[in-house]
């Protein structure tokens, strides 16, 4: 296929319908990927190692008119292991969004869907079947110039099926211990902005927000949040979407509240017109199945280089990212003795090499590695990944 795509012209662009359907483009996609990982459940010891194949066909359709527009996308990967055939899975997702861009008033109206079996988070390990739906509603005004006033609500749902693939996993407690964790959250926002370059806001943002488990009551918990978000261009090659603020988050059961600093987003430098850095934080409580840990705080942090070499055609990239997780109760230690809070750090990076052979035909190599070290030592481990991919998008 790659000598094939070698040979061929190398436009590309989305297929367009202006025939049949005025402001219509669909962009459909397949890539094939192979990839072998050393420790597929992340375990500490007796790991299993295997060789995946991933096939993720999918499409994103936009139509346009005027103000107005409304996006639909669909992503399937079908995952097929060459031994641990019983942890074969289809994971998919989806996203719908309406939008009105009007010049003073913006509406929005987007849902997505995921199913995965990706660990949500990084205290859960191995393959793991999650579905999570998130529906939000936007609104934003322009009062002046330079001040607009947005709000919005998000409801965010999230299941855990019971899957065969997980019963015989050498993290089966870990799948069915999950179960407790199935949610209904509801967040409400809203922002004041104000425009204090040509391309970039400030938002003073002002968010409640309650968290309901239906298999575990106890774990239900309201939060209420301040926060300054800066978007858009700082400087001509500046960007940023970071976020920090201040969380007081109580559970009904009586459990210790969290009250602190949190963050999400990062920062994006064009240092060349060939080479780009980013970099993210993040710091939030997120809720636990680790004995009777209601949450603990995921600290971390990753700092990423692209860089393009001069034909275009070819790009390399390199990311690295630490972090922690630091539990609100202590538990007993391996002696029974003794208790202590449960710490876990982790270190992760990946480098690659992207070439596009033509515009719609890409392929490129990946190697990524990750290590989790707890003072609970079982929850150690080491997981390596060496990936090979050929994507066809128009």
């Known amino acids: 296929m790659a000598c094939l795509g070698a040979c061929l012209p190398n436009q590309a662009r989305a297929l367009t319908f202006e025939d049949q359907i005025r402001g219509l483009t669909v962009a459909p996609f397949l890539s094939e990927r192979v990839e072998y990982e050393t420790n597929i459940f992340q375990t500490p010891n007796k790991t299993r190692g295997d060789l995946i194949f991933r096939t993720i ?3 994103l359709t936009d139509l346009t008119r005027g103000p ?10 079908f995952i097929n292991y060459l031994t641990l055939s019983d942890q074969n899975a289809l994971n998919q997702s989806g996203v719908v969004q309406l939008k009105l861009d009007m010049p003073r008033l913006k509406l929005q109206l987007r849902n997505d869907y995921t199913e995965a079996t990706d660990p949500p988070g990084t205290e859960l390990t191995g393959p793991i079947k999650s579905q999570t739906n998130v529906l939000v509603p936007a609104a934003e005004y322009r009062l002046t110039e330079r001040f607009s006033l947005g709000v919005s ?16 996993s050498p993290n089966a407690q870990q799948n069915q211990a999950v179960q407790q964790l199935d949610e209904n959250d509801q967040l409400a926002s809203a922002t004041v902005w104000w425009k204090f370059l040509p391309s970039s806001d400030i938002g003073l943002n002002l968010q409640y927000g309650t968290s309901t488990f239906d298999k575990d ?19 001509a090659k500046l960007s940023s ?30 240092a060349t017109e060939r080479t780009q850095f980013t970099l993210n934080t993040e710091r939030t409580p997120q809720v636990s199945v680790f004995e009777g840990a209601q949450y603990f705080v995921s600290t971390s942090a990753g700092l990423g280089v ?9 790009a390399a990239f390199l990311r690295v990212g630490v972090g922690e997780d630091a539990y609100n109760t ?20 990946s480098l690659g090499l992207d070439y596009a052979i033509q515009r719609w035909l890409r392929t490129g190599i990946e190697y990524s590695f990750k290590q989790r070290t707890s003072n609970f030592n079982q929850f150690n481990y080491d997981d390596s990944k060496i990936s090979a991919r050929i994507t066809v998008q128009f």
């Open 68 to 77: 107005f527009s409304v996006s639909i996308g669909y992503r399937a990967e």
């Open 217 to 235: 009551p106890r774990r239900n918990t309201q939060r209420e949040v301040v926060a300054l978000t800066l978007r858009g261009d700082v400087t």
């Open 330 to 349: 202590k538990q007993p230690t391996a002696n029974g003795v003794t208790t202590k809070y449960r710490l876990d750090t982790f270190l992760g990076t």
């Open 306 to 314: 692209r860089h393009e070499f001069p034909s275009r055609k070819l």
């Open 153 to 168: 609500y998000a409801w965010t749902h999230v299941h855990f099926p019971l899957t065969s693939a997980s019963v015989g």
């Open 57 to 59: 066909p999918g499409f």
């Open 241 to 270: 979407t970071f976020k920090i603020g201040l969380e007081h988050q109580e559970a009904s059961s009586g459990a210790p509240a969290f009250t602190g600093i949190v963050t999400s987003g990062g920062w994006i430098f064009q």
